[in-house]
């Protein structure tokens, strides 16, 4: 992916949705129901995704119960109580995990983040940068970050597109090759096509397209007395920046080796096979 270089530790770590890291236990009952949504999203700044997900924005509500606004979208409150407490208890799976799995569930795995970077992050960020009215202090950051933010989605989602369409179908050709599927033609062509070291090179040459967002925000950095909407922007942008590094890191260091060795067992039984003929 995008984030490169220095910030990716060598060793294994262990993976995991970065928002788990700033669940806390919410209210219950009457004075959940009870609470402002301000309040609720100040405590748990996860809350504010959860909400998103059901099509509130919580910034369009700060001074309004959690009663009043479920009642204006149709939503029960405990599905958003619920769906927390879903979130909380998700589970992904350890680099070991991984590294044991065939390089097909491996695969699956990175789809699955795609989709949900693309599904869930990115629309939850767009909405917030698009949406929130900043405070004076803030208005020329917000201006910038409303012509960065598209521009790198775009690059973002174009990246997406060319890793599934050339890196995950060469590796899904060289297994069919491996479990002799293709004839001899068609498996010198799949062999002379994009091999995996090249894909490997220009996969690396990606710029950390999140640093014009760190240089503008100052590495995430806000006054304590901010507001909740900045707070919780930041908290977002950082919190996807750290998915990234963990994605970065399961395909440099797992996707990427799993693939070359089974491009060279691919070419190994090439070559007997020409060798036979």
Partial sequence: MFIRGKYIMAQFIPLFSVKKNYFCTMRSGDDFEKALIGDLVSEN????????????????????????????????????????????????????ELYLNPIEVLVAYLKKKHYYFVRQELPFLSNIISGIVPEPHYA???????????????????????????LFKRIELLQEIEENRFSLTDA????????????????????????????????YSLAPDAPLTMKVLYHELQNFELELRIHAKIEDELLFPKAVELEREALRQFRKLTGKN
Avoid: N
């Fill in 45 to 96: 700044y996860v809350f504010a995704s959860v909400l998103h997900y059901f099509g509130i924005s919580f910034y369009q509500y700060p001074t309004e119960s959690l009663e009043v606004v479920c009642k204006k979208h149709k939503v029960h409150s405990s599905q958003l109580s619920l769906e927390l407490e879903s979130w909380a208890q998700r589970k992904e799976p350890s680099t070991e």
């Fill in 140 to 166: 020329s950051l917000m201006a910038d970050l409303r012509i960065m933010f598209p521009l790198f989605v775009e690059d973002f989602i174009h990246h997406i597109h060319e890793e599934e369409s050339r």
């Fill in 188 to 219: 010198i062509t799949v062999l002379e096509r994009d091999p995996i070291h090249m894909l490997a090179d220009q996969h690396e040459i990606h710029d950390d397209e999140m640093e014009g967002i760190r240089k503008l925000t100052a590495d």
